[in-house]
């Protein structure tokens, strides 16, 4: 594989894959030492002493890209990976995206970061050629080192970083065969880990300069509601109070919320403030909205045609009429919180037209880029957007509400300012996974063949919440899923419904919610059929490879053979046919999301006689193309099961009177350490190029788990969450 000389500017200028080493002399007397120095672009700087820094350009939320990404330019320079220091970037308009979301951080950046890697490489070998007088493809690599096995002559990169720096990009670079791959697919240890186990590790909540204030903010209970008027007179009497500054609410409630910010020189006197603070809020008129008249509206709209008919193949009224068995379900998921470890905050600090920013977000390109310069009106050339670590994202930091507060508060008082919200806030004030009702019907021949598939789905669209132009039920259904162009008669219909509850991205948004609904009622056809689940699911997909159509996030197609191969290879590792013991029973479910795949098989044993179970085992097999970091890849995995788990098993946010009523762990009930099941996941391996990991192990546990409880106890549950609500113990 090679790259001309102009991709690698056309890369270098959009996608930040630019090389530049510069070498200055240290003033030290006596002693000339390079100094390395950060140009625009580089993401790579060689020491004399043969250091190796690479930059670490995208947010880490836990996914473990502080780490990947860099090994990729390692990979390609040819370089131990212990030589290698990785640096955290800050917002940097000409490195490019630098967002992570859509489990696209190492998808997106997997070619550009090759040839960063390759052409530094590349440039060193030329750099030695000169030198030594010799062909370019007498020379090799191996750890930072040129050799010219000829004349047994060798440099480090230090030695050649300076001449190398000064050469014209060349005109082709080859990359690696993944053959030749020395680190990546190894198992790295996440950077930072040290720091992170020790309490070192700064996230963003760690990140307050010393002079900042710090604001916590009253906001409307009741979802929808904007503030009439405040009385901060009580708050005088505070020791440390500062000011109340009203914040406005944007016309986009993704931006900013109505509320006041109660300002004070630390946490403890903002929050006493904060209760002193006397708020009259102008409510709206659904105030009673509720999870029962959410329900019922999703009952009514799933019972008539759809508002939106997003596919159809054939005639699903034939089809059900002509079946010989047909079967009908409605399956229900509630809203959920993101409850990140780290609360939601932000600092900002504005002055004398410019603009420094802290705190945890999934992008800081627009924060940077666009943000502070719409609110705040400094220039982007006079903001500096730092990179801590994030203590959890899920998708909740894919808004940037934490920052508008900041931001606006700071510019007010002219101060910076720490905006921290409480756990009760963070659960109070969330944009929770939509909530979502889907009725599905189906039909079977007189030989047990899916002849029909039917899905109108209602659901608190967060593209409606927010005013989005694109359609409502983008990540709510995904009409192209299988069985999607498996069924002879087929339809997916979508109803949105309106509410002020907030709702954003979660966690594997849409297929999170979907994947339960759809593999259960599979699972559902597979017995009315008289086939094993997995069977069932393979008779569909029928032995030939192909490439299926796909217009959504992963597409444009998917692949019939690779969606086969993890659900063969599942039904192995589990296996799934060799089990006879009646307190112990399997559950299946796969999926295609963000251009990867999976299939999971969830283990429920009988407990008490039968009238419980524990989760004994859950095995995943995963085809994700090529897998850098072996070990963070099953972090990924293994954490996104975890999270999927808790999710279905008690994962739930109750509204009533038009307000979340859990705002705490202490009724959000998040799975034990006691609770969490062995965990064995195997990798295709794959020369293709990767694709997403960080969340598409969670869909099919919901599924997986319902079906395998189904196996078990011959109760077919429907609605999530599957545990009751539990007095939260001690």
Not at 510 to 530: K, T
Request: hydrophobic share 40%; net charge negative.
């Amino acid at each position: 594989m090679t790259i001309k000389r102009r991709d690698f500017i056309r890369i270098s200028g959009i996608l930040g894959a630019g090389l530049m080493l510069e070498f200055q002399l240290s003033c030290t007397p006596g002693k000339e030492e390079p100094l390395i120095t950060y140009p625009v672009n580089a993401f790579l700087k060689i020491g004399s002493d043969n250091s190796i820094e690479i930059l670490a350009k995208n947010p880490e939320i836990g996914q473990g890209v502080k780490t990947s990404l860099p090994m990729i330019i390692a990979e390609e320079l040819d370089v131990d990976w212990a030589q290698v220091k990785v640096v955290q970037a800050g917002y940097n308009g000409d490195l490019g995206g630098q967002g992570a979301g859509g489990s696209m951080s190492v998808k997106s950046n997997w070619e550009p970061l090759r040839k960063v890697g390759a052409t530094a490489r590349y440039m060193l070998m030329m750099a030695a050629a000169q030198l030594w007088e010799v062909e370019l493809e007498s020379l090799s690599t191996e750890s930072g080192k040129v050799f010219h096995r000829e004349s047994k002559r060798s440099a480090e990169y230090g030695e050649l970083a300076e001449a190398a720096g000064q050469l014209e990009a060349p005109e082709e670079v080859p990359l690696k065969d993944p053959e030749d791959f020395k680190i990546i697919g190894t198992a790295q240890t996440t950077i930072d880990i040290k720091e992170i186990v020790t309490g070192q590790a700064a996230f963003g909540i760690d990140a307050r300069p010393d002079d900042a204030y710090v604001a916590v903010v009253a906001r409307c209970p009741v979802f929808g509601g904007k503030l009439k008027s405040f009385d901060a007179s009580g708050c005088q009497s505070i020791n440390g109070f500062i000011d109340a500054v009203e914040i406005p609410a944007a016309d986009n409630p993704t931006l900013r919320r109505s509320g006041v910010a109660v300002v004070a020189k630390d946490t403890w006197s903002a929050m006493k403030a904060r209760k002193a603070l006397e708020v009259e809020w102008e409510t709206p008129a659904n105030l009673s909205q509720n999870h029962e008249t959410l329900l019922e509206e999703m009952r009514q709209k799933t019972s008539r045609r759809g508002e939106l008919r997003l596919k159809e193949e054939g005639s699903v009224e034939t089809g059900l009429k002509q079946g010989a068995q047909q079967l009908e379900a409605t399956y229900m998921v509630p809203f959920l919180a993101h409850a990140a470890m780290e609360p939601h905050n932000y600092t900002a600090a504005i002055a004398d037209d410019k603009a420094e920013c802290w705190g945890p977000t999934q992008l800081p390109g627009p924060v940077g880029g666009v943000l502070v310069e719409r609110l705040a009106e400094v220039k982007k050339e006079n903001t500096t957007v730092y990179q801590q670590r994030n203590g959890g994202g899920f998708g909740r930091r894919l808004l940037v509400d934490n920052v508008a507060e900041a931001l606006h508060v700071s510019k007010e008082l002219n101060h910076p300012v720490q905006v921290l919200w409480t756990r009760e806030d963070d659960f109070s004030h969330d944009y929770y996974r939509p909530m979502g009702m889907y009725h599905l019907k189906g039909a079977l021949d007189e030989e047990g063949q899916l002849t029909t598939w039917y899905m109108n789905a209602a659901t608190t669209s967060r593209y409606l919440y927010r005013g989005d132009d694109q359609s409502p039920h983008r990540t709510e259904v995904f009409p192209d899923a299988f069985p999607a162009g498996f069924v002879p008669n087929f339809r997916v219909e979508y109803s949105p419904i309106s509410t002020h509850v907030p709702t954003g991205a979660w966690r594997a948004p849409g297929h999170n919610a979907v994947c339960f609904a759809e593999h259960s009622f599979l699972d559902e056809l597979a017995e009315a059929a008289g086939v094993d689940p997995i069977d069932f699911r393979l008779q569909l997909l029928g032995t030939e490879d192909k490439e299926m159509p796909y217009d959504d996030h992963g597409g444009p197609t998917y692949s019939t053979g690779r969606l086969r191969e993890v659900i063969t290879r599942v039904r192995q590792l589990s296996s799934w046919d060799d089990r006879v013991d009646k307190n112990r029973k399997l559950g299946f479910a796969a999926q295609f999301m963000f251009g990867a795949y999976v299939a999971e098989v969830v283990e429920l044993e009988a407990v008490e006689g039968g009238a419980d179970f524990n989760i004994s085992k859950v095995w995943a097999a995963v085809d994700c193309g090529i897998l850098v970091n072996q070990s963070g890849g099953r972090a990924q995995v293994e954490g996104a099961i975890v999270d999927g788990l808790n999710a279905t098993l008690y994962g739930e946010i109750r509204i009533a009177d038009g307000q979340a009523q859990d705002r705490n762990y202490d009724t959000y009930r998040m799975l034990r350490m006691s609770e969490c099941p062995q965990i064995e996941v195997e990798f295709v391996k794959s020369k293709a190029s990767p694709q997403g990991l960080g969340e598409i192990a969670l869909p099919p546990v919901s599924s997986a788990l319902a079906n395998a409880l189904y196996q078990l106890t011959g109760e077919r549950r429907r609605s999530l969450p599957l545990r009751n609500r539990p007095e939260m113990d001690s």
